[in-house]
């Protein structure tokens, strides 16, 4: 069926007319944060009437995507070109780009250039902080006065010195007067995750993408939360639509998503991706640091970290955990005293000795000092926290171990899933003494079985018949000791054998132990050249002969 128009051609051809409304300006763009859109209206207009007023407001643009360099760029441009006028605050404006870019002595020499301002006051106050010149960051903190930009600064300092709750105040107290300062929600959020208050960084954060659902940093934080709260996929999924989002762009938020999803992914692509943001993203050195420990590239994570002069815990933490390896490593007591000193100096601190990685710092300092009933205080203090962590669970049971506790060390071992754990020596002798020391020495015997041929079975074997020897536990040492003098007929060995099979002999008398051993006994007797096995066996045989015992 062919329908009728409703309404006739127009005189003008059908020719749609254009409103002035719908012409975007420029305020439209920046309202709504669209950088990029504002950059192609400004370009459209400077090709018709090229002015400064337009490339100061592209250079903002850039400034805002993250495009530091560009922005840079064309302050540069204009303050060296001979323009009759130029603003006042092109040079601090130049400055703020050189901040960004990481060049900190360049701003500082552009600034020593450029008028007196607030805004210099701020970027030299962020300087002295970023080149670790606390002298003068002291000064120039004397010069911020009570106005929002100045305390946002100093706020900002705080959060990047872990003072963490002085940020949260000095945030809250911005935005009870200033409700519609909604982006300081994201850095109140920021804050609480740094305090591992996952929870309430979520239910602040959600204020903010509620109203900018389409937040780079708001989202990355939201997934950075999931991750903590649950798992590496949850923050993954999170991530998804934002690195779809960004995946052609080359910013810094495109940087510091590559360098989270790395982390999400349990360190898949940490080579290809962290390298190169060593010196962009302060995590990407301490997270690069840890693939290496997880790798086993002990020395690797040292030279990476070794001249790194530690200003927040998470650094002092690391660098002690990287030396107290390298010490137990190499034997170097050095570096042992340097990781002992970095873990009580923020596990001591005010700070920090409540949080959860202060106490875990406090713990590994006392495992150094070999204080273990100390190390249980404070890993009792946060062992519902990590009930399932392998690493956490092996810490455990170590420091139950040497503290005597033999029951708790043993469900803390088995509570290990981790294979590489499993099959470390530490961990299967570790293991083996408790097993014995919990009159469980089959399980012990057990492990040895499971063991290929070498020096570390060998050890084992050792332990197993010491131990078991030293409990009474006597069957189980007669088979170990069997064992070690077939390997190395030394008479400590045979001796060893001697003394824990005649002690079984006077276990089975004593009814403690099954008459059914006697001839396995005899047999493990026979396994030797020592012509006092002979006389061992007729007193045995004897006995089973008095008491109807065929062996």
Same mark, same amino acid.
């Given at each position: 069926?062919?329908?009728?128009?409703?309404?006739?051609?127009?005189?003008?051809?059908?020719?749609?007319?254009?409103?002035?409304?719908?012409?975007?300006?420029?305020?439209?763009?920046?309202?709504? @944060?669209?950088?990029?859109?504002?950059?192609? &209206?400004?370009?459209?207009?400077?090709?018709?009437?090229?002015?400064?007023?337009?490339?100061?407001?592209?250079? !903002?643009?850039?400034?805002?995507?993250?495009?530091?360099?560009?922005?840079?760029?064309?302050?540069?441009?204009?303050?060296?070109?001979?323009?009759?006028?130029?603003?006042?605050?092109?040079?601090?404006?130049?400055?703020?780009?050189?901040?960004?870019?990481?060049?900190?002595?360049?701003?500082?020499?552009?600034?020593?250039?450029?008028?007196?301002?607030?805004?210099?006051?701020?970027?030299?106050?962020?300087?002295?902080?970023?080149?670790?010149?606390?002298?003068?960051?002291?000064?120039?903190?004397?010069?911020?006065?009570?106005?929002?930009?100045?305390?946002?600064?100093?706020?900002?300092?705080? !959060?990047? @010195?872990?003072? !963490?709750?002085?940020?949260?105040?000095?945030?809250?107290?911005?935005?009870?007067?200033?409700?519609?300062?909604?982006?300081?929600?994201?850095?109140?959020?920021?804050?609480?995750?740094?305090?591992?208050?996952?929870?309430?960084?979520?239910?602040?954060?959600?204020?903010?993408?509620?109203?900018?659902?389409?937040?780079?940093?708001?989202?990355?934080?939201?997934?950075?939360?999931?991750?903590?709260?649950?798992?590496?996929?949850?923050?993954?999924?999170?991530?998804?639509?934002?690195?779809?989002?960004?995946?052609?762009?080359?910013?810094?938020?495109?940087?510091?998503?590559?360098?989270?999803?790395?982390?999400?992914?349990?360190?898949? $692509?940490?080579?290809?991706?962290?390298?190169?943001?060593?010196?962009?993203?302060?995590?990407?050195?301490?997270?690069?640091?840890?693939?290496?420990?997880?790798?086993?590239?002990?020395?690797?994570?040292?030279?990476?970290?070794?001249?790194?002069?530690?200003?927040?815990?998470?650094?002092?933490?690391?660098?002690?955990?990287?030396?107290?390896?390298? $010490?137990?490593?190499?034997?170097?007591?050095?570096?042992?005293?340097?990781?002992?000193?970095? &873990?009580?100096?923020? $596990?001591?601190?005010?700070?920090?000795?409540?949080?959860?990685?202060?106490?875990?710092?406090?713990?590994?300092?006392?495992?150094?000092?070999?204080?273990?009933?100390?190390?249980?205080?404070?890993?009792?203090?946060?062992?519902?926290?990590?009930?399932?962590?392998?690493?956490?669970?092996?810490?455990?049971?170590?420091?139950?171990?040497?503290?005597?506790?033999?029951?708790?060390?043993?469900?803390?071992?088995?509570?290990?899933?981790?294979?590489?754990?499993?099959? %470390?020596?530490?961990?299967?002798?570790?293991?083996?003494?408790?097993?014995?020391?919990?009159?469980?020495?089959?399980?012990?015997?057990?492990?040895?079985?499971?063991? %290929?041929?070498?020096?570390?079975?060998?050890?084992?074997?050792?332990?197993?018949?010491?131990?078991?020897?030293?409990?009474?536990? &006597?069957?189980?040492?007669?088979?170990?000791?069997?064992?070690?003098?077939?390997?190395?007929?030394?008479?400590?060995?045979?001796?060893?054998?001697?003394?824990?099979?005649?002690?079984?002999?006077? !276990?089975?008398?004593?009814?403690?132990?099954?008459?059914?051993?006697?001839?396995?006994?005899?047999?493990?007797? #026979?396994?030797?050249?020592?012509?006092?096995?002979?006389?061992?066996? #007729?007193?045995?045989?004897?006995?089973?002969? %008095?008491?109807?015992?065929?062996?």
């Amino acid at each position: 069926m062919i329908l009728s128009r409703t309404k006739p051609v127009s005189a003008d051809g059908g020719k749609k007319s254009v409103s002035k409304r719908d012409t975007p300006k420029l305020e439209e763009f920046i309202k709504k @944060r669209d950088y990029t859109g504002a950059v192609t &209206f400004l370009e459209f207009n400077e090709s018709s009437s090229p002015n400064i007023e337009i490339d100061l407001w592209i250079a !903002y643009c850039y400034f805002h995507l993250g495009d530091h360099r560009k922005a840079a760029t064309i302050y540069e441009d204009m303050q060296n070109k001979n323009l009759p006028t130029k603003p006042l605050e092109l040079l601090t404006y130049l400055a703020c780009c050189y901040f960004f870019l990481g060049m900190y002595s360049e701003a500082e020499k552009i600034l020593s250039r450029a008028p007196e301002s607030s805004l210099k006051t701020r970027i030299l106050f962020h300087l002295c902080h970023k080149m670790n010149d606390d002298e003068k960051l002291k000064v120039y903190h004397t010069k911020l006065e009570d106005v929002i930009e100045d305390q946002l600064s100093l706020a900002s300092i705080h !959060y990047l @010195r872990a003072h !963490y709750q002085q940020a949260i105040d000095i945030y809250k107290k911005v935005l009870l007067s200033n409700r519609d300062y909604f982006a300081l929600n994201v850095y109140v959020a920021l804050c609480y995750y740094k305090l591992d208050y996952y929870d309430a960084a979520q239910e602040v954060l959600q204020v903010y993408l509620q109203r900018y659902p389409d937040s780079a940093i708001a989202i990355n934080l939201k997934a950075c939360n999931h991750f903590r709260l649950y798992n590496g996929k949850a923050a993954q999924a999170e991530m998804k639509n934002l690195t779809e989002k960004l995946s052609g762009s080359c910013n810094f938020g495109n940087d510091l998503i590559q360098h989270n999803m790395v982390v999400f992914r349990a360190g898949e $692509g940490a080579l290809q991706v962290l390298p190169n943001l060593v010196d962009v993203i302060p995590e990407a050195r301490l997270n690069l640091v840890i693939y290496y420990l997880r790798h086993d590239e002990i020395q690797d994570a040292y030279e990476l970290i070794k001249d790194l002069e530690p200003t927040v815990p998470q650094e002092y933490i690391l660098k002690g955990i990287v030396n107290a390896v390298i $010490g137990q490593e190499t034997g170097s007591r050095e570096n042992i005293k340097i990781a002992e000193q970095y &873990f009580h100096l923020v $596990g001591s601190s005010t700070s920090e000795c409540d949080t959860i990685p202060g106490r875990q710092s406090m713990s590994s300092c006392f495992f150094l000092y070999r204080q273990f009933e100390e190390v249980l205080v404070y890993l009792n203090s946060i062992k519902t926290y990590f009930s399932n962590e392998d690493n956490f669970n092996m810490n455990y049971a170590q420091a139950q171990t040497a503290a005597g506790y033999y029951k708790e060390a043993e469900e803390a071992f088995l509570a290990v899933r981790n294979e590489k754990y499993k099959n %470390d020596y530490t961990y299967i002798s570790l293991l083996s003494y408790c097993y014995i020391m919990n009159k469980k020495s089959q399980f012990a015997w057990e492990l040895y079985m499971r063991m %290929d041929t070498s020096s570390e079975s060998f050890n084992l074997l050792q332990l197993i018949g010491n131990t078991c020897y030293k409990v009474g536990d &006597f069957w189980y040492a007669t088979k170990a000791f069997d064992m070690l003098e077939r390997m190395d007929s030394t008479p400590e060995n045979w001796e060893g054998k001697r003394g824990a099979a005649c002690g079984t002999f006077q !276990y089975i008398i004593a009814e403690k132990l099954p008459k059914e051993l006697l001839p396995e006994i005899i047999q493990l007797l #026979r396994n030797t050249s020592n012509s006092q096995s002979e006389q061992i066996i #007729r007193v045995i045989r004897k006995w089973g002969k %008095d008491n109807k015992i065929a062996c």
